[in-house]
């Protein structure tokens, strides 16, 4: 009994050990067969690329076709974006930073000076309807127009070194030269670099300081429909800030601002464990160059508005007081509450 025993366990141990030398025989097989058909389509398209040298001598298509193909090969240095010999995405950014940003931002801006300055030639500055009474009412405090300011010169600083640095090789260059122009490059460069934190600090700045004036409110339906009294010609009262001057602070000052900011951060390559990779990289700049033309072409507005397109309108950010012949015509609910005492 016993040896009847130890033969069926010899023979169960022997019929595993001839199915694991059959499976390993049977692998050798099909990868082999794999094998097979891998070389015979390197062979095919050898074939194919020995005939196109025969009858075209100068093709060099498969050579280009594998260097453009996008795909990363092994590199033995620390930058794995170096398997990759031709980024194809690249060109996509070139195209649309020299074409769309470039071209298209550039006639925005134009086509938005031109307007302002067609309406003031035709317009004029906005005059009071009333006459100054020389009675003055306090519109912003020292550290509001110590904000503004801040941001207002910061913005200036970034968007005259940001606009030559996208444009200036189109009319710069060729009066310069490459020497002088590489160097004022280079200071623009670093004015727009260590320039942008303090821009960004200051729209948090100014946004703390008047998110709660620029809430939106029912009367700025009101503004919106007849485009601040334009339309039809009759007077639209408003509180501190009217719905215009709302748009550019939500739209222009708080987006885009922070757009322009924290794609900056990025370029800068000062946002805190980030891979800085090539396609962040030119994702980072279109955004930066869109949001930034975006925000000069509103800014226009804004800084001609207050500057030299309306009568009273630079003093209350210039001294922190405006006339009340001023504060009843632009913003009377605003005039009205400081008068009752409410503010």
Same mark, same amino acid.
């Given at each position: ?16 050990? !001839? ?12 990868? !082999? ?30 050579? *280009? ?36 940003? !470039? ?96 821009? !960004? ?48 602070? *939500? ?93």
């Amino acid at each position: 009994m016993k040896i009847r025993i130890k033969h069926l366990l010899a023979g169960l141990i022997l019929s595993i050990m !001839t199915a694991v030398v059959m499976a390993q025989a049977a692998n050798p097989v099909a990868k !082999t067969e794999v094998q097979s058909v891998n070389i015979l389509e390197v062979n095919k398209d050898a074939q194919a690329q020995r005939e196109k040298a025969e009858s075209q001598p100068a093709h060099n298509q498969p050579i *280009w076709k594998s260097a453009n193909s996008d795909q990363a090969h092994y590199v033995s240095i620390p930058n794995k974006e170096a398997g990759v010999l031709i980024q194809k995405s690249g060109q996509q950014w070139r195209l649309i930073r020299n074409g769309v940003i !470039t071209v298209w931002g550039g006639w925005l801006l134009v086509i938005a000076a031109s307007l302002i300055l067609t309406v003031f030639i035709i317009k004029g500055k906005i005059k009071l309807k009333e006459p100054m009474t020389g009675r003055l009412m306090k519109r912003f405090s020292s550290f509001e127009r110590f904000s503004h300011w801040l941001m207002a010169f910061s913005f200036l600083a970034l968007a005259i070194s940001g606009l030559l640095i996208l444009f200036g090789k189109h009319f710069l260059l060729p009066i310069m030269g490459g020497s002088a122009y590489g160097a004022l490059l280079l200071v623009m460069k670093n004015i727009h670099n260590f320039t942008g934190p303090l821009f !960004t600090a200051s729209i948090l700045l100014f946004f703390v300081l008047f998110v709660k004036d620029n809430l939106p409110t029912k009367d700025d339906i009101v503004w919106f429909a007849t485009f601040g009294g334009l339309l039809s010609g009759k007077h639209i009262p408003s509180h501190r800030f009217n719905a215009g001057e709302k748009v550019w602070f *939500w739209a222009g000052v708080t987006i885009l601002g922070l757009v322009v900011s924290g794609s900056g951060w990025v370029l800068d390559m000062i946002v805190p464990n980030m891979e800085y990779l090539r396609g962040t990289m030119q994702l980072a700049n279109i955004i930066h160059g869109v949001s930034a033309i975006l925000m000069s072409t509103m800014a226009m507005g804004h800084i001609y508005i207050g500057s030299i397109g309306m009568e009273g309108a630079l003093q209350g950010m210039k001294t922190g007081y405006v006339d009340e012949a001023w504060g009843k015509e632009h913003h009377e609910l605003w005039y009205n509450d400081v008068k009752s005492g409410k503010l």
